[in-house]
Structures are given as C-alpha cells and as structure tokens.
C-alpha cells in the first residue's frame, strides 16, 4: 500500500510526521507520486468524514454535473470541430443540426441565440474557480501549469463548446483532444446522436429493468433473480415469494431506474435470528417489504437477491460491488463491438457497516484489457495508480474476469441486435459474469475518445441507414422526418 490505515484523522498528514514516499526517480516522476500520496490522504479522511460528508460529496457532485449541462448550445459555426472530413467532424456537424431541429419554435430559439451569446462571460466566470481549484493536480500528475491549463480551458470553451467543469470532469487534459479539441463530443452532442441513431428500435426493451429480466433469462443471459416489485406503495412478489417468506439470502433494494448519485440498501441475512439487517435495523420478510413499499411512494423499486464480489474483484473494494461499464455498438452485419469501457470500485461496503468514501474509476482498454489510472468523482479528488484502501496495484494490472466481461456483453448484444449502441452494467460473481443492467443513453467514458474508436463510424452508418428508411416511407414531413432534414440540410453526404 502506498500508506498504511491510520486511526486519528490528519495523523498522517504531510507536515506532522508523515512524509511523502521517498524515491530517486525523476522530478516529474516525484511528482506524480507526491500528487498520489496527497490524494491517498485525501481518500482517507473522506472515508473517516463519515455519511454527512458523503451526502455533502454528493450534493456538490450532482451540482457540477447539473451546472456542466450549461454547456454551450452548440458548437459554434466558425469552430475547427465544424469543418473537416474527420469522421468526428462530421458527428459536429450533424449534432448541431439536430440540437437546432429541436429548438423549432420562437422561444426555442431565442434561448439559444441568449445562451450563445451569454457563453464567453459564462466560460470565464466558471473558468476561474474550477481552474484554480484542479490546476496544481494537473500539474503534477500531467506536468504542465496554470498558464497552460487557462489557454487549454479558454481554447475549448470558445472554439469547441467545452464547459471548463467538463474539461476536468472528463479528462480532456489527458486524452489526445489536448492536442486536437475538435476530436472531443461534448456530452449534449452525444446524447443527441445516440437518440438519433436509436430511432425506430425496441430500446424500451432495455430501459425497463422487468423487461430486460425477463428477455435475458429466455435468451439464457445471466442477470440477478428478483424478488419483488414495488410502485407507489403496492408490493408484486416474484417467483415463488410471498409475504411471510422470503429468500434467506442476502436482498438489495435499488430504485428501478439508476440516477447519478442513487443507493441502494443490502440487506445481509442474519440466520441466527432468522431476520435482515442493513443499517443497523433488523427487520423481518412483512416488515422489510412494507419499509421498502414506503420508499417506493416517490419511485419504483426492485428487491433483488444480493450479488457479491468475485475473489479477482474483490482486492479492488472494502466490501462493495465492483462493475464494468461497457458501451457496445452493433456492425451492418449484426456483429457487436466493443466501443468503451471502465471499472468501478465503490468507496464503502454496500451494506453500510463501513465509512464511506470517494468511488473510484478505471479506464480499461478495449484492447488489452489493462486498467488505467483510477479517478475519483472529480479531478481534484487525484488519480490513483494503487487503490487507496487496499493497496491492490491499478494502472496496468490486468483487468479482473475482463474475458468473461467481454463475452457476455456481446452476447447480450446479439440478442438485441436491433438496438444500434447499448451501455451495459456488469458485475462479476463466483458463479461468473452476470448483467446487472443496460440502457440506451449510457452516458460518458472520460478516458478515451469516441473519435479513437469504431463509434463515429457506426455512429454514421446508423444515422444515414434512419435516413434512407425514413426516406423510403415517405415521412420527411413527419417529426422523425423532420430531424433526418436537419442532417441533410447539415450537408451530411452519408
């Protein structure tokens, strides 16, 4: 481990005693094991801050990502990222048109015509804190400074429609679009064109947790067992449960639909008195269904037998479940691909009988396998090459099951193959991989770029094979044919 568990917060912090590994490495290298080192300390005391500081962590999460959707309108026209044959270029080009399609009416329009010109103060007046509040991790951990960083953060805001929180929060600084921002789709652009490719498919399929069950078990795709169901306030049991019987197992209750910054509750069996236990509550079968019922008055909840770590994932967490997300895109020939993925590491035992702290996140590439530096929920919690709690080696170490990872989610895919891209949720057990979920509108992979990888490509292919059906049926006057206007009129020679 790069520091050992202490006991006393700030007991081990530099300037009291504990100093920062010694090595005789080169200034950068030091650097960045300083930079490490810190954020260790860091991870440490968010852990011992407890559940408010976890709340609080997670407030301030949710705001950045909610301000991040302040991004610029669209990429402005004069924008390198708008002229080019690149296919990234071309993705530019087409989001724009359907961001514009979408603002059809008058006041549409004119909101934003006002965000476009509010954007240069908005860039500036976002820029200045969230520059000063990373720079120096950037520094060492990337070497290169403050000046560098505000001409990079300008250069994106003004010319590529990138928010200065996102530049953080997805690693531009690390990735090739340092060098070329017009290979960078900022995270609007992307939902766009995944909405626009997925026109026309069974996605509901897989958006709906029941559904996706139900499909993966006939295709025989392993996926957790549900227990019960639950929507605003009424309780269906599954299989062969019922109100005073219930698996003696370990249970986890989850919202139905995942939002950032959800939990959900694990509620380990307990045989000696025959009850469930999470939190310090101890509840029987009538009684933990009726607690969960009540959560379910605000939203749909699943009961699902509990999923546990395999031994290779385990060494990467304190007690909670480890996940890949994979992002998977389908061929002409029905074949998929695999487009990103990364591995997470939760920051505390699911079942809340330990501290909680920052999770983590690994790039793993497609290629190799390998895991990437670990980051937390944003950049100035560092970057991890060990992880911080157990000491178990990330960057480079081969990515745990990945094979079997890799496996399923094509197979999942083949089954959907009527779904363009689908980002899929993966846990790995003792009896091997399982899908814990998938969605159409899989989000962001912060450590590669979707131009370095087959998605542009499919991406296009999809966009122009909408184009062509909805040419075919003579629907330009529809709203579906409306968006495929757009495109056109985007000069888009698909």
């Given at each position: 481990?790069?520091l ?12 009291s ?5 010694v ?5 950068a290298?030091?650097?960045?094991r ?9 991870w440490?005391?968010?852990r011992?801050?407890?559940v ?5 962590r997670?407030?301030?999460s949710?705001?950045a990502?909610?301000?991040?959707r302040?991004?610029?309108?669209m990429?402005?026209?004069w924008s ?12 530019h080009r087409t989001?724009a048109a ?8 008058g006041p ?6 006002t965000?476009a010109?509010a ?15 990373c720079?120096?991790h ?8 403050l000046?560098e ?11 590529h429609g990138?928010f ?16 070329d921002?017009?290979?960078y789709?900022?995270e ?5 064109l ?11 399929r ?5 559904s996706l ?13 549900n227990?019960?169901?639950?929507s605003?306030?009424s ?15 370990d249970?986890?209750a989850?919202?139905?639909v ?12 307990v045989?000696?008195t025959?009850?469930?236990s999470f939190?310090?509550v101890?509840?029987?079968a009538?009684a ?8 379910s008055?605000?939203r749909?909840?699943?009961?699902q037998e509990a999923?546990?770590?395999h ?18 895109g389908i061929d ?5 691909h ?9 920051g505390?035992?699911?079942s ?8 983590l996140?690994?790039g793993v590439?497609?290629v190799d396998?390998?895991l990437r530096p ?5 950049v100035?919690d560092?970057e ?7 000491g178990?080696?990330?960057?480079g170490a081969?990515?745990?099951c990945?094979?079997?990872?890799a496996?399923?989610?094509?197979k999942?895919h ?7 891209f ?20 899989w989000?962001?992979?912060p450590h ?5 990888t087959k ?12 184009q ?9 006057s529809?709203?579906s044919?409306g968006i ?6 985007a000069?888009?020679?698909?």
């Open positions: 481990m790069l050992e568990k202490h006991g006393r917060k700030g007991a081990d912090r530099p300037g005693g504990a100093s920062a590994p090595s005789r490495c080169s200034p290298a030091d650097a960045a300083r930079a490490e080192f810190e954020a260790t300390l860091r440490l005391e968010s011992e801050g407890g408010i500081a976890a709340a609080s997670r407030t301030r949710a705001l990502r909610r301000f991040d302040l991004n610029a309108p990429v402005y026209p390198p990222s708008m002229n080019g044959a690149h296919p990234a270029h071309r993705l989001a359907l961001l514009r399609g979408r603002a059809l009416t549409g329009r004119l909101w934003l015509y965000k010109v954007w240069p103060v908005l860039a500036v007046a976002a820029a200045v804190p969230v520059v000063w509040r720079w120096r950037v520094r060492d951990r990337h070497g290169f400074g000046r960083q505000w001409r990079d953060v300008m250069e994106g805001a003004f010319f990138i200065p929180t996102e530049y953080y929060y997805r690693r531009v600084y690390a990735t090739a679009a340092r060098e921002k017009s290979l789709l900022n609007r652009e992307m939902i766009a995944l909405s626009a490719a997925d026109r026309g498919s069974g996605s509901q897989l958006d709906d947790p029941d069950y139900v499909e993966c078990r006939k295709a025989g795709i392993p996926v957790p067992r227990v019960a169901s639950f605003r306030g309780t269906e049991l599954l299989g062969d449960c019922d109100r005073t019987v219930l698996p003696e197992k249970l986890f989850r919202p139905k995942w939002t950032p910054g959800d939990d959900g509750d694990y509620w380990r069996w045989p000696k025959r009850v469930w939190n310090g101890s509840l029987a009538p933990l269904l009726k607690r969960i019922g009540g959560k008055l605000a749909p909840y699943l009961l999923v546990v770590n031994p290779e994932l385990a060494r990467f967490s304190e007690g909670g479940l480890c996940t890949y997300k994979v992002a998977t002409k020939h029905g074949e998929p695999l487009l990103f993925a990364d591995f997470r590491a939760p505390a035992d699911v809340g009988e330990t501290p909680v702290a920052v999770d996140t690994a590439g497609i396998g390998r670990a980051v937390g929920e944003f100035a560092g991890f090459d060990h992880h911080p709690g157990t178990a080696t990330i960057t081969a990515a745990p990945w094979r079997e990872v496996e399923l989610v094509r999942a083949r089954h959907f193959s009527d779904v363009p689908v980002g899929w949720e993966i846990s790995v057990c003792a009896s091997g991989a399982i899908v814990l979920g998938a969605s159409t509108n989000g962001f992979f590669v770029l979707p131009a370095e998605f542009a490509g499919l991406c296009l292919r999809h966009l122009m094979r909408n062509c059906e909805a040419t075919a049926m003579g629907s330009a529809s709203r044919g495929e206007s757009t495109i056109a009129r000069g888009e020679a698909f």
